[in-house]
């Protein structure tokens, strides 16, 4: 028998209820081997301001490039204090701040190496269902090649790509809306 | 690592758009550009997965997690996580959260003036078993007014967190209850185009999990996307 997915849902205003205890906003622990980097920015409406009621979660491989999860059947090293998930609410100012390692390279599309990169799911009152879009780095070769960011219309690429503000920490943007409207998936 | 087994694309009708102007939020919130269709890799058929050292014993019953016992109805939500394939999907974190018997979230941005009540905080979570059941004890949720329109009340309802095993299958949905008569008002409801996917979002009362003298019991089902037929060639 083949059944249909249940529909999404807003989280609506009160999803800090539900979701704050699991706020993770150090992934990787101290001993955690990898580049520390924090990643700060804001969620941007239509209108330009900050969306004080959303939550952004993220999921990334460790340092060697490999998920916890055991779909993930690389021969490689996995840490016992990294899961790889982050969840982080957003502030009055439709601020966030998270704090973790630069993930290794991992298998793409084509049996091609993807550029190290963050998945994100973002969720807020008056998103009806959540969003999914990637964090990648600066100043990286290879995204250039990544099989998954090829496939991004050009112009929109650089929504994807975190920028660097000073040593260690990166800006990256959910701009919701208008130009520079962030590029989300489907899949 | 060449063969992944991907994820069925969703049916259409049965998910939300994300511009749906009966609900005013989401004009100021929803992506004006289309989403761009991508294949799936490893990074969104892994996904982060939970254990029991992430809970306490509390966290599935919501009428313990005070001093005293919270204002309600006793009710007991319980039901099976499914993937498409109707197989259970085990292990699986649940998040819910809900208003107290009169409506209220105890929440700095909930200013509607029914009473808080200290013994309930409407927080739970959980792990499907096996089979994927999961069981909560709660009260019964109020309906409360929003100023979405005119006279806009929300119709009873629990919001559901759900995992899965893999960044593809997170889902975050709403259960109502059966009999509400708000919930054909209610734009949440409504902005599911398919009638029947947007019934699967109602629970039924349940004789089975009742208990007498102590509580009502509602059944809900989740389904929860499934695997493709084949693996992809990726």
Same mark, same amino acid.
């Given at each position: 028998?083949?059944? $249909?997915?249940t529909g999404n849902q807003?989280?609506?205003?009160?999803?800090?209820?539900?979701?704050?205890?699991?706020?993770?906003?150090?992934?990787? %622990?101290?001993?955690?081997?990898?580049?520390?980097?924090?990643?700060?920015?804001?969620?941007?409406?239509?209108?330009?301001?900050? *969306?004080?009621?959303?939550?952004?979660?993220?999921?990334?491989?460790?340092?060697?490039?490999?998920?916890?999860?055991?779909?993930?059947?690389?021969?490689?090293?996995?840490?016992?204090?990294?899961?790889?998930?982050?969840?982080? %609410?957003?502030?009055?100012?439709?601020?966030?701040?998270?704090?973790?390692?630069? %993930?290794?390279? *991992?298998?793409? %599309?084509?049996?091609?190496?993807?550029?190290?990169?963050?998945?994100?799911?973002?969720?807020?009152?008056?998103?009806?269902?959540?969003?999914?879009?990637?964090? $990648?780095?600066?100043?990286?070769?290879?995204?250039?090649? =990544?099989?998954?960011?090829?496939?991004?219309?050009?112009?929109?690429?650089?929504?994807?790509?975190?920028?660097?503000?000073?040593?260690?920490?990166?800006?990256?943007?959910?701009?919701?809306?208008?130009? =520079?409207?962030?590029?989300?998936? =489907?899949? | 690592?060449?063969?992944?087994?991907?994820?069925?694309?969703?049916?259409?009708?049965t998910?939300p758009? !994300?511009?749906?102007?009966? !609900?005013?939020?989401?004009?100021?919130?929803?992506?004006?550009?289309?989403?761009?269709?991508?294949?799936?890799?490893?990074?969104?058929?892994?996904?982060?997965?939970? +254990?029991?050292?992430?809970?306490?014993?509390?966290?599935?019953?919501?009428?313990?997690?005070?001093? +005293?016992?919270?204002?309600?109805?006793?009710?007991?939500?319980?039901?099976?996580?499914? @993937?498409?394939?109707?197989?259970?999907?085990?292990?699986?974190?649940?998040?819910?959260?809900?208003?107290?018997?009169?409506?209220?979230?105890?929440?700095?941005?909930?200013?509607?003036? &029914?009473?808080?009540?200290?013994?309930?905080?409407?927080?739970?979570?959980?792990?499907? @078993?096996?089979? +994927? /059941? !999961?069981?909560?004890?709660?009260? /019964?949720?109020?309906?409360?007014?929003?100023?979405?329109?005119?006279?806009?009340?929300?119709p009873?309802h629990i919001?559901f967190?759900?995992? +899965?095993? &893999?960044?593809?299958?997170?889902?975050?949905t709403q259960m109502y209850f059966p009999?509400?008569?708000?919930i054909?008002?209610d734009?949440m409801y409504t902005c599911i185009? @398919?009638?029947n996917a947007r019934q699967r979002l109602i629970s039924?009362?349940?004789?089975?999990?009742?208990?007498?003298?102590?509580?009502?019991? !509602?059944?809900f089902?989740i389904?929860?996307?499934?695997?493709?037929?084949?693996?992809?060639?990726?």
């Amino acid at each position: 028998m083949s059944l $249909y997915a249940t529909g999404n849902q807003t989280v609506g205003p009160y999803l800090h209820i539900g979701l704050t205890w699991l706020v993770t906003r150090n992934i990787a %622990p101290r001993g955690v081997p990898g580049e520390r980097v924090t990643i700060q920015g804001r969620v941007i409406d239509g209108d330009g301001q900050g *969306v004080n009621d959303a939550m952004i979660e993220i999921w990334q491989a460790n340092a060697h490039g490999r998920y916890v999860h055991p779909e993930d059947t690389q021969k490689k090293p996995l840490q016992r204090a990294f899961r790889g998930f982050g969840r982080v %609410p957003t502030d009055a100012r439709g601020a966030f701040r998270f704090t973790t390692i630069k %993930p290794g390279f *991992v298998p793409g %599309p084509g049996a091609r190496q993807q550029a190290p990169h963050l998945v994100v799911s973002v969720f807020m009152r008056g998103l009806l269902k959540h969003l999914a879009t990637r964090i $990648y780095f600066p100043d990286e070769p290879a995204n250039a090649r =990544d099989p998954f960011l090829r496939l991004v219309p050009e112009e929109r690429r650089s929504t994807l790509v975190a920028s660097r503000k000073r040593e260690g920490v990166l800006e990256w943007n959910v701009i919701l809306q208008g130009k =520079d409207e962030t590029v989300f998936f =489907d899949f | 690592m060449s063969k992944l087994k991907g994820y069925r694309r969703y049916h259409p009708g049965t998910q939300p758009d !994300y511009d749906y102007p009966p !609900y005013r939020s989401t004009a100021k919130r929803h992506p004006t550009q289309p989403l761009v269709l991508m294949p799936q890799t490893l990074s969104e058929i892994t996904g982060p997965l939970f +254990g029991f050292d992430d809970l306490k014993p509390t966290d599935n019953d919501l009428t313990r997690q005070h001093k +005293g016992e919270p204002i309600g109805e006793r009710i007991i939500v319980s039901g099976r996580v499914l @993937d498409e394939n109707s197989r259970a999907v085990p292990n699986t974190l649940i998040e819910i959260w809900q208003a107290n018997a009169a409506g209220r979230y105890p929440h700095q941005a909930d200013q509607h003036k &029914a009473p808080l009540d200290p013994n309930f905080s409407g927080a739970g979570r959980t792990l499907t @078993d096996a089979e +994927g /059941r !999961y069981r909560f004890v709660s009260i /019964r949720p109020g309906e409360y007014p929003w100023r979405n329109h005119y006279n806009a009340w929300r119709p009873a309802h629990i919001h559901f967190s759900l995992f +899965g095993q &893999a960044f593809l299958t997170r889902m975050v949905t709403q259960m109502y209850f059966p009999g509400d008569p708000l919930i054909p008002y209610d734009p949440m409801y409504t902005c599911i185009a @398919d009638e029947n996917a947007r019934q699967r979002l109602i629970s039924s009362f349940d004789w089975e999990t009742t208990i007498p003298e102590q509580a009502l019991g !509602y059944r809900f089902d989740i389904v929860l996307r499934g695997r493709d037929a084949t693996p992809m060639e990726r």
